[in-house]
């Protein structure tokens, strides 16, 4: 770790054309990381561990291991012993690799960008003992490495992180079916995408997800040239998914974009409000550790199920 | 309009080039790799007005360009500035040859030329301008295109037939190559739009001489039309004199008989025939194959002047008379101006005389003058050679240097240093002195000039070794002193042994020593008598006269000046008039030459003129002459040809192309200066035209 962070950008948020000069992923998320180390997630379980959360009345149903016998020889009541998990938060971070990633106007492209805010994401939960895995996606699965907490399990995700960009298209339903398949305990799933896909099907997975109990969070990653669509001349532009080439003036088809951009937009935006999932538009430019405060904010702002209970 | 090379219209084609750029330009200008496309629509971007304006005058100046320069390239010119009908120059320029050669002369040939002359005019057209010409060894203008173009036009058909009946064969020789190379100069005089043609009408035989054809350059569109007209009979034999031989009986004459290829007759007499007289008497036979020939030797010649000697038993009898001039031996005068003995063999006098024989063709006679005596006339044309072996006097001297100025050599001995004097006054120098050398035992010969036209007959090994010869004594000299002098040769002492001082026209050779016994073995040495007749030859002779000549060339008569003179021949008296020394012998015979010796030469045909089979194709074929063409076919080709060439020089008058390529030039740099500025100033163009969408 680096004795002295890199220079900062106005606000005090780390510049991230100096960060993403750094070439180690690891390093990056770890300067990123520095200064976060609050605890702020709980997990959404109350496992049974050593340090002890609560007791709970006995239903018909419950596990009857753990029903508390000295209570029961106390009080002659069933009480359910409960006790904080020691595995706080099970964290899947589903990182697009298909090919529209590789975009980028500036230095660096979003698939780069999204790699860093995944790793990011990964040391600062791992940091905190978390549970984090991967899953990197394009049209298909490319890599699945499951949510552990053990020493090494960060370097893989990280080498997992650092393969290039190759997929050819994007499609989100397919490895948000596949999570809901893997992934059967709760926990939470980052989605890190351009979402440049119909989202017609996005609803559908993402209510899957939620409905299984997942916490969601999607940050969608997105050049400041696919917003603002500022190009002067009459260009060429060659899809890189699709290969396909458009000779197109952007003097006049700019509102149209705009327009098909933002609504397309809107749609994801809409979705991940029905389904109370995070949206968090990320553009290339803005610093990873803004976004990321932004995102911590945003969910302590929402005061969903992540609020820490306090210890009787 | 009409094009000279249509085809390069196709260049035109070429317009598709800018505009296919301008196309793929569009689409190939930037390629942006974007993300995705999901948001926008295939939607041709519109261009501005503005902008396409701009984009579309490049366009149309290259476009215009490319036209241009298709158009120049394909050489485009106004046909209608030029009305056949009407302009005389457009019609044919024809000239006529014919062949008035002695080989015409034989049997139905010359009727023959003349029919394919009349057939010839008759094929004219009143556009046509005509030029007849004769020719045999020299060309004559029968009728010119200016004589042509003066008479009325009905006159002129009638005038060139009369022109043409007042002709005969004659005698001379025939050279066909420079007669068609001079109607080629003459048809390319005046530059005429329209075909021209040769008619050569000839019996093209053997003989005639093709020199200077062969990689000649024709006129454009000039055409060579040969009309090769044939005897009744095939087959000649001809008369060829061979020179004498010095020595020999002189009455007995070789000459060479030659028999032509297509000769049915291998027997023939040869015979001493008067004028009048239609067999010999004394005539011996003499057996010459076809093709081959024979030289042998005539009978005898009868007593009298009058004899030709006649070929019998020919069918054409053209070539048989040979006309042989009594053999004149050439006087030549040698003077000598010394003080000695003649019969004093240590004296350079005795060798001198001794040194020239007489020979059949030069009585050489030497005149010995005492050296103090009165000056000599030295004015006789066969005063040839001056030899000074003593000191002469003073008034000897303007005459001797007048002698060398009109071309004739005088040799300077000298014997002593007494002839100082001498040499002083003739080379009109400085005083020259003259030493007597120090001679260790004997000098040599060396550093000869072999170049010098005096010693060059030696200049072969075999002759140049001059080391046999010793010289006792000589005399040295200082040849800086003589200006303009040359020395030709040093003794081994290193000085000059003989050298040439120029005057006028002649030569003052100066030997610093004599060829008697007591100053060197010279007069001995084989050398001698050769070097002697090299300096006579060196002086000019004053046109002597040849026995032979043929007729139709060029005789060179002896120079008189302001003198009229007359030669008796066969065509009566010729008046020479003064100054004039050529003379055109046009019939064969005995020619006299009426002077205060009167000359006889004889003028026979060339025997050229005697090899009268026909010439062979090939020969002609390797000459590469615009023959034109005989058959349907070919002579379609040849008219159209003939309006191609018309158009040509149409095209060459107009030279519209240059014009063209002007343009064109401009159009680029037009063109240039438009791309640099649009390419220059890209924002202030694009910058109007976003915000007009």
């Keep these: 770790m680096p004795e002295t962070p890199p220079s900062t950008a106005r606000d005090g948020f780390i510049d991230t054309r100096t960060l993403m000069q750094i070439r180690s992923l690891e390093l990056r998320a770890r300067i990123v990381v520095q200064g976060f180390w609050n605890g702020i997630h709980r997990s959404p379980y109350h496992g049974f561990s050593v340090e002890f959360s609560e007791y709970r009345q006995y239903v018909p149903g419950d596990d009857p291991r753990y029903v508390d016998w000295r209570v029961y020889a106390r009080s002659d009541r069933y009480y359910i012993k409960k006790f904080e998990d020691e595995t706080n938060l099970r964290c899947h971070l589903l990182v697009d690799q298909s090919r529209s990633m590789t975009f980028g106007s500036g230095d660096w492209t979003k698939a780069e960008y999204a790699h860093t805010l995944a790793a990011t994401l990964a040391y600062f939960l791992f940091q905190q003992g978390d549970a984090v895995g991967l899953l990197s996606f394009d049209e298909g699965i490319r890599d699945y490495l499951p949510a552990r907490n053990r020493p090494g399990h960060l370097r893989q995700l990280m080498l997992s992180l650092e393969k290039p960009a190759a997929g050819r298209s994007t499609s989100i339903a397919k490895p948000l079916q596949r999570i809901v398949e893997l992934v059967h305990k709760r926990g939470l799933m980052v989605l890190i995408s351009d979402l440049l896909a119909p989202v017609d099907q996005l609803e559908e997975k993402l209510a899957r997800l939620t409905a299984t109990g997942h916490d969601v969070a999607v940050f969608r990653i997105l050049d400041p040239r696919e917003i603002d669509f500022d190009f002067e001349d009459a260009l060429l532009f060659h899809d890189v998914e699709s290969e396909k080439d458009l000779f197109i003036d952007p003097a006049a088809a700019k509102r149209n974009y705009l327009k098909r951009f933002t609504e397309h937009g809107d749609a994801a935006r809409a979705i991940c409000q029905k389904l109370g999932a995070d949206y968090l538009p990320v553009t290339l430019d803005q610093p990873l550790d803004q976004v990321l405060s932004d995102y911590l904010r945003q969910r302590q702002r929402r005061g969903k199920n992540i609020q820490r209970h306090t210890n009787p | ?693």
């Design chain 2, 1 to 693: 309009m009409s094009f000279l090379t249509p085809l390069f219209l196709l260049g035109g084609l070429a317009i598709a080039g800018p505009v296919i750029f301008h196309l793929i330009r569009r689409n190939t200008k930037e390629k942006f790799t974007f993300s995705s496309l999901m948001f926008l629509k295939a939607d041709p971007p519109k261009v501005t007005r503005k902008s396409k304006l701009e984009d579309i005058l490049l366009l149309l100046i290259r476009c215009a360009l490319l036209a241009v320069m298709a158009l120049a390239f394909s050489r485009p010119f106004f046909r209608s500035n030029v009305n056949a009908a009407n302009d005389p120059s457009a019609g044919k320029r024809v000239v006529l040859l014919l062949d008035t050669s002695a080989s015409m002369q034989r049997k139905g040939l010359w009727k023959k030329a003349r029919e394919q002359a009349r057939d010839t005019l008759k094929e004219l057209t009143p556009a046509d301008s005509l030029a007849i010409l004769t020719f045999d060894s020299q060309t004559a203008a029968l009728m010119r295109f200016d004589q042509w173009h003066e008479l009325a036009e009905p006159n002129r058909l009638p005038a060139a037939r009369e022109s043409l009946n007042a002709i005969k064969a004659g005698w001379g020789g025939s050279h066909l190559g420079n007669a068609i190379l001079t109607a080629a100069e003459l048809l390319e005089e005046n530059e005429h739009i329209g075909p021209k043609q040769i008619v050569v009408i000839t019996d093209l035989q053997e003989g005639s001489q093709l020199e200077g054809l062969q990689g000649h350059d024709w006129p454009e569109g000039m055409q060579l039309t040969l009309k090769a007209v044939k005897p009744e009979a095939a087959g000649n034999a001809g008369l060829q004199l061979k020179p004498l031989q010095e020595t020999g009986d002189a009455e007995t004459q070789p000459v060479r008989l030659t028999n032509s290829e297509d000769s049915n007759n291998e027997e023939f007499r040869l015979g001493w025939l008067k004028s009048g007289q239609k067999n010999s008497t004394n005539a011996v036979s003499v057996y010459v194959p076809a093709g081959q020939s024979r030289t042998v030797k005539a009978p005898r010649r009868p007593a009298g002047r009058d004899w030709k000697l006649t070929l019998l038993d020919d069918a054409h009898g053209f070539d048989n008379t040979l006309h042989i001039a009594p053999l004149t031996p050439e006087p030549v005068r040698i003077h000598y101006l010394g003080n000695e003995q003649p019969d004093d063999t240590e004296a350079m006098r005795f060798y001198l005389e001794r040194a020239f024989s007489q020979t059949r063709l030069q009585h050489v006679n030497v005149l010995t003058h005492p050296a103090n005596a009165a000056p000599i006339q030295l004015t006789r044309p066969d005063d040839r050679l001056l030899i000074i072996g003593d000191a002469i006097k003073e008034d000897h001297v303007e005459r001797v240097r007048n002698f060398a100025e009109t071309g004739h050599s005088v040799l300077l001995t000298l014997k002593s240093e007494a002839m100082s004097g001498t040499l002083t006054a003739l080379a009109k120098s400085g005083p020259v002195p003259l030493t007597e050398a120090r001679v260790n035992k004997y000098a040599l010969l060396t550093h000869l000039d072999f170049e010098h036209p005096l010693l060059a007959p030696f200049d072969e090994p075999r002759f140049s070794d001059f080391t046999k010869i010793h010289f006792w004594k000589h005399r040295s000299l200082d040849p800086a002193r003589l200006p303009g002098a040359r020395v030709l040769a040093r003794f081994d002492d290193g000085d000059p042994a003989l050298l040439d001082l120029p005057i006028g026209r002649g030569h003052l050779f100066i030997l610093t020593c004599g060829w008697h016994p007591q100053d060197s073995q010279l007069a001995l040495a084989s050398k001698f008598v050769p070097l002697l007749y090299s300096m006579l030859e060196l002086g000019e002779s004053r046109g002597a006269i040849k026995a032979n000549y043929f007729a139709g060339t060029p005789i060179n008569l002896p120079v008189k000046p302001g003198q009229t003179r007359t030669l008796n021949g066969p065509e009566g008296k010729v008046e020479i008039p003064p100054g004039s020394n050529i003379f055109h012998a046009k019939k064969p015979g005995l020619y006299t030459l009426q002077e205060s010796q009167p000359v006889t030469f004889a003028v026979n045909v060339s025997p050229r003129e005697s090899r009268t089979s026909p010439l062979a194709l090939e020969s002609l074929d390797a000459l590469n002459l615009p023959f034109s063409p005989e058959t349907g076919q070919a002579a379609k080709t040849a008219q159209n040809r003939e309006q191609t060439l018309i158009d040509e020089q149409l095209e060459k008058r107009q030279k519209i192309w240059r014009w063209l390529i002007v343009v064109a030039i401009l159009l680029v740099l037009l063109e240039t200066w438009l791309g640099g500025w649009l390419w220059r100033k890209p924002a202030t163009v694009s910058e109007p035209a976003t915000e007009a969408t």
